[in-house]
């Protein structure tokens, strides 16, 4: 009888993902004062600001305690995600893609509130006068994460109908 691998095999991307969001940061924190700018392309510039809250400064006005809330936040839903790796198989790409790149991401964000208490974001696209929210690598990776799971319920759409279903008879 022969063990098949779990989704704890795609780890590996979380690691690289956190290395890059934490090393992308401290190049932008050594690098840049808080505001500076640097234009890169017509439409994005690099540009350093701090976020206390979360995704488009929610929570950003508030007292402190949200990053408490955040914190706990980003290690219970990688627990959560650890957990459906480790029942996972390893034959579930796109899940097990799609959970490590959203612990990757959230242990990054957290790790900066931790450390900062508030997350370096540095990417700043624009047009005209409408500036996006500024927001970094770890945001990247969990938008992508949250993607491919989208795109994984849809695909797998046909293996979660139930068997009594009029299709199905």
Do not use: C
């Not at 219970?76 to 390893?90: D, Q, R, T, V």
């Not at 799971?149 to 009594?164: G, V, Y």
């Amino acid at each position: 009888m022969t063990k098949s691998k779990s989704g704890l095999s795609f780890l590996w991307i979380s690691a690289v993902t956190f290395l890059l969001d934490l090393g992308s940061k401290y190049l932008v924190v050594k690098n840049f004062d808080l505001y500076d700018s640097v234009n890169i392309l017509p439409m994005f510039n690099l540009t350093y600001v701090r976020n206390y809250g979360a995704a488009f400064s929610f929570l950003a006005d508030h007292d402190g305690w949200q990053k408490y809330f955040f914190i706990i936040l980003a290690i219970g839903i990688s627990l959560m995600l650890l957990y459906f790796l480790a029942k996972n198989n390893a034959t579930q790409k796109l899940q097990n893609t799609a959970y490590t790149l959203i612990i990757g991401g959230a242990l990054g964000n957290m790790a900066d509130r931790s450390y900062h208490g508030f997350v370096v974001d540095f990417f700043d696209f624009y047009w005209d006068i409408y500036h996006y929210p500024v927001f970094n690598v770890a945001d990247i990776a969990i938008s992508i994460g949250a993607g491919l799971l989208m795109l994984d319920a849809f695909k797998n759409r046909e293996n979660t109908k139930p068997n009594n279903t009029p299709e199905n008879k």
